[in-house]
C-alpha cells in the first residue's frame, strides 16, 4: 500500500498538491501546541532503516564524552525493534502521527532523505541537516520532468561531495549557498581508512575463497510499471555464462536498491551470492575488487576506494529519456557506458587492475573533492556552531 501511495504522490501532481497544502496545514497548526524540546534529536535514513549517514553521525556523538548524554535520540524506521542499534535511544515508526509529533518536539533533524516527507511545518527554532544519500549522477527533485514542489531553503545544513553540486543542488531542491557545506557523506568515511588487513577481515566474515576475487553488482531502482505495486529489476543477463566464464576466478555479490522489491531471472549459487540484505553495503564495497553498477550513486561511493568499476548501462537510452542525467556518463565513467553482458564480460576477463584504478582515482579526482572527515564537520556545525 506505501509504495502505491508514494507511487500516485510522484505521478499525479493534482494529488500531490492537494497533499501537500492540506497536511502541511494540519502539521503548522498542531505545532502551535507542541513546544521545542531542546535536547531532542530526530534520525531518519534512507528507507526508513537504521543506516546511511545519519547513522554514522549517531554512532559517533554516542562516542563523545561531551555529546553521549546530553541529548536524547530518537530513530524513525520502517520497521521499529527489528535493528541492532547499539546505545540508548528511542525507535518510533515511520509515518505515522507519532512520527510527526516528534518531529513537532525535537530540536534537531538529521536525515538523508526528507523528514517532512514532502511537506513544509519545519519550525524556525528546529536546527535541519540533511547529508542526502548519494552524490548527484542521475537527475532528481526539481531537475524532473513534471516536478517543481522540492524546497529546501530553510534547510540549515546540505552536504556536499564537489563543487559542481552547488548548482545541481539549487536546481533540483532550491537550496542556498548559505545552507550549503563541503563534507561529502558521513556514511563514506569509513572508506577512506580502508586497508589490506581489514579488506582480509571482511573476506573472512563474508566466507569469500581465498583464491577467488569479488565482483560487486550493485544497480539502482527502475520506476514501477504496474503503478505502484511493483518496482522489478530485471537485467538481461545470463547467469549461467557469467559463471562459465567467470567462476574459476571471482564470485559474484548481487545487491540490489533498497526500493528493488521483485529481481527476476536470478538463481543464487556458489557464484551468484544474494548481499541486498546484507546490512552494511560500505562492508561489500570494501570487499569488493570490481564494482558493476549502473546509474547508481554508488558509483560516488565506491571511486574512493580507486578501485575498477563499470557502468553496465543495457537499458541507456531508455533511461536518459524517462529520467536523465546531470553529465555525460559516457564520457565521465571510467570506461563509459556498457551496453551489453558480452562486452562487460570481455572488459573483466581482460583487465589490467592498475590501469583501471588509475582511471577511477582520476574520476574521485572530479566527482569527489570533499571527504574523509564528514561526520565530525556535520556534528561540529549542527552542536557546537564551528
Not at 95 to 112: E, G, M, N, Q, R
Not at 204 to 220: C, D, F, G, M, Q
Not at 271 to 276: D, G, L, M
Amino acid at each position: 500500500m506505501r509504495n502505491k501511495i508514494e507511487y500516485l504522490l510522484k505521478h499525479n501532481e493534482i494529488i500531490l498538491t492537494i497533499y501537500k497544502k492540506v497536511f502541511s496545514f494540519i502539521f503548522k497548526v498542531l505545532g502551535l501546541f507542541i513546544p521545542i524540546k531542546e535536547n531532542l534529536i530526530l534520525f531518519s535514513a534512507n528507507s526508513q532503516r537504521y543506516n546511511d549517514s545519519p547513522r554514522a553521525i549517531y554512532e559517533k556523538m554516542k562516542q563523545d564524552n561531551e555529546l553521549k548524554d546530553k541529548y536524547t535520540y530518537v530513530w524513525a524506521l520502517d520497521k521499529p525493534g527489528e535493528y541492532d542499534i547499539p546505545y540508548e535511544h528511542i525507535e518510533i515508526k515511520a509515518d505515522t502521527l507519532k512520527y510527526f509529533v516528534y518531529c513537532l518536539k525535537a530540536k534537531y533533524w538529521i536525515t538523508s532523505v526528507n523528514i517532512e516527507r514532502g511537506l513544509k511545518f519545519k519550525k524556525k527554532q528546529t536546527k535541519f541537516l540533511n547529508t542526502w544519500h548519494g552524490t548527484a549522477i542521475n537527475k532528481m527533485g526539481n531537475s524532473i520532468e513534471g516536478r517543481n514542489d522540492f524546497d529546501w531553503s530553510d534547510t540549515d545544513f546540505v552536504c556536499y561531495a564537489n563543487d559542481g553540486e552547488i548548482e545541481i543542488y539549487k536546481e533540483c531542491f532550491n537550496t542556498t549557498n548559505d545552507n550549503m557545506i563541503p563534507t561529502g557523506l558521513p556514511r563514506n568515511d569509513e572508506l577512506y581508512l580502508v586497508d589490506e588487513k581489514k579488506k582480509q577481515e571482511l573476506r573472512k566474515k563474508l566466507n569469500i575463497p581465498e583464491n577467488k576475487k569479488v565482483i560487486l553488482y550493485a544497480p539502482t531502482w527502475r520506476d514501477s510499471n504496474d503503478f505502484g505495486e511493483n518496482y522489478v529489476l530485471t537485467p538481461p543477463i545470463d547467469w549461467d555464462k557469467w559463471k562459465k566464464q567467470l567462476g574459476e576466478e571471482y564470485v559474484f555479490l548481487l545487491r540490489t536498491h533498497p526500493y528493488t522489491t521483485k529481481l527476476m531471472n536470478v538463481e543464487f549459487n556458489d557464484f551468484v551470492r544474494n548481499y541486498t540484505s546484507y546490512p552494511s553495503i560500505n562492508e561489500l564495497l570494501m570487499v569488493a575488487d570490481i564494482l558493476i553498477s549502473d546509474y547508481s550513486s554508488t558509483l560516488l561511493d565506491y571511486c574512493i576506494l580507486e578501485r575498477p568499476m563499470f557502468c553496465f548501462g543495457y537499458d541507456y537510452e531508455e533511461y536518459t529519456k524517462i529520467r536523465g542525467f546531470y553529465y555525460d556518463i559516457s564520457k565521465e565513467l571510467p570506461n563509459g557506458v556498457t551496453k551489453t553482458e558480452d562486452e562487460l564480460i570481455n572488459q573483466i576477463k581482460n583487465i589490467d587492475f592498475e590501469k583501471e584504478s588509475e582511471k577511477t582515482k582520476k574520476f574521485k579526482s572530479k566527482h569527489v573533492q570533499y571527504g574523509g572527515n564528514a561526520t565530525q564537520i556535520c556534528i561540529d556545525k549542527m552542536f557546537r556552531n564551528k
